[in-house]
């Protein structure tokens, strides 16, 4: 199966950047959409952006004009790309990745498969 490990999260000061890494076993990489999720302490995961497989791409509101979500086919990698921190971005970032469209991907569309999760935490 398809394995995700993440790196690149650590504590960033506000209004840093930290770019995040995802790298993907397997040789489909190219066919799969990818995402970056996040969860918050006592807070439900929640989407960050996505990425088809057509280079498609999606954020949350919260993130839009701040984050940018990228893929390197050649690399199986897909990256995040994160600017303008606030603490409220504080949250374990996680890899997710999937069969997915090519085109825009769908407000439902979730990858099944997950990485393990990097702690990213915004603080001064």
């Known amino acids: 199966q398809v394995q995700l490990v993440e790196s690149g999260g650590g504590l960033v000061q506000p209004g840093g950047s930290l770019r995040l890494s995802c790298a993907a076993s397997g040789s489909i990489f190219s066919i799969y959409a990818m995402g970056w999720y996040r969860q918050a302490p006592g807070k439900q995961r929640e989407l960050v952006a996505r990425i088809s497989s057509g280079g498609s791409t999606n954020y949350a509101d919260s993130v839009k004009g701040r984050f940018i979500i990228s893929r390197d086919n050649a690399k199986n990698t897909v990256y995040l790309q994160m600017n303008s921190l606030k603490p409220e971005d504080t949250a374990v970032y996680y890899c997710?990745?999937?069969?997915?469209?090519?085109?825009?991907?769908?407000?439902?569309?979730?990858?099944?498969?997950w990485g393990q999760g990097t702690q990213v935490t915004v603080s001064s």
């Open positions: 997710n990745g999937g069969l997915g469209s090519a085109g825009p991907l769908t407000t439902a569309w979730v990858g099944r498969y």
